[in-house]
């Protein structure tokens, strides 16, 4: 597994893609990375912090995704020094909410925000970002319209879908593939990637803050 940040080798025709799944407890990030690598649902999930390798081809260029899924919530003030180090290995970010929990969507308008101050892209208004409202197959559950998401991603420039990943493996698929065409897009003015060794020093911080954590 490639652990670098984004290459594009034109004649070997193939491109490597770093991405971050982000979002609150229980709103299907880890549904929606194992539908996207087993076309299953499975009901449920651990907590398991891991980094997933998954390759497809697009327009003939085979395609490999680093899809990094957390199982904490994006807690910025606990977790500084590691999301900071999420959002600098990142090429593109799926940042999650559910449709029935509008604290979830109110945290992903405040990760947005944090991205875009910690990367710096040319072109803000392509930002590799999706924004997913997972759990559409819970409508009658809804409390956050599709309307006040579609606004949200419209002033930040970020691309917002709906999805179910209980329900329907095309739409997360579409969703996975919408993003990595925003990464072709998207250019930073700097870019400082974070290599395997800074991946490796993340993953361990995680884990030996774990261990602590259950003393
Ligand atoms: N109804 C429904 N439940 C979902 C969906 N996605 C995830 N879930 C459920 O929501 C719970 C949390 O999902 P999980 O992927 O572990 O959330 P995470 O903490 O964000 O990784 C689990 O019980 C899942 O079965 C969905 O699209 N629809
Ligand atoms: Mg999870």
Redesign the pocket.
């Known amino acids: 597994m490639r652990l670098s940040s984004s290459t594009h080798t034109a004649d070997s025709l193939k491109m490597d893609a770093n991405i971050v799944?982000m979002?609150?407890?229980?709103?299907?990030?880890?549904?929606?990375?194992?539908r996207l690598l087993t076309r299953r649902?499975?009901?449920?999930?651990g907590?398991i912090e891991s980094i997933y390798s998954h390759s497809f081809m697009v327009d003939e260029r085979r395609t490999t995704l680093n899809i990094w899924?957390s199982?904490c919530?994006e807690d910025l003030s606990v977790e500084t020094s590691l999301f900071e180090k999420k959002v600098q290995w990142a090429d593109g970010f799926v940042l999650?909410y559910?449709i029935c929990d509008r604290a979830s969507f109110n945290s992903v308008s405040r990760l947005i925000q944090t991205i875009k101050s910690t990367k710096d892209y040319l072109n803000a208004d392509k930002a590799p970002i999706v924004v997913v409202g997972?759990?559409?197959?819970?409508h009658h559950r809804r409390t956050v319209l599709s309307e006040e998401a579609r606004l949200l991603a419209l002033n930040t420039g970020c691309h917002f879908c709906e999805?179910?990943?209980?329900?329907n493996y095309h739409s997360v698929l579409m969703m996975f593939h919408g993003l990595v065409g925003r990464i072709k897009g998207a250019k930073l003015t700097t870019k400082r990637p974070l290599g395997f060794k800074g991946i490796v020093k993340s993953m361990s911080a995680v884990f030996a803050r774990r261990r602590t954590d259950s003393f």
């Open positions: 799944v979002g609150t407890e229980s709103v299907g990030k880890s549904a929606l990375t194992v649902f499975i009901g449920e999930y907590d899924d199982p919530s999650v559910s997972n759990k559409r197959d819970l999805v179910s990943a209980a329900e």
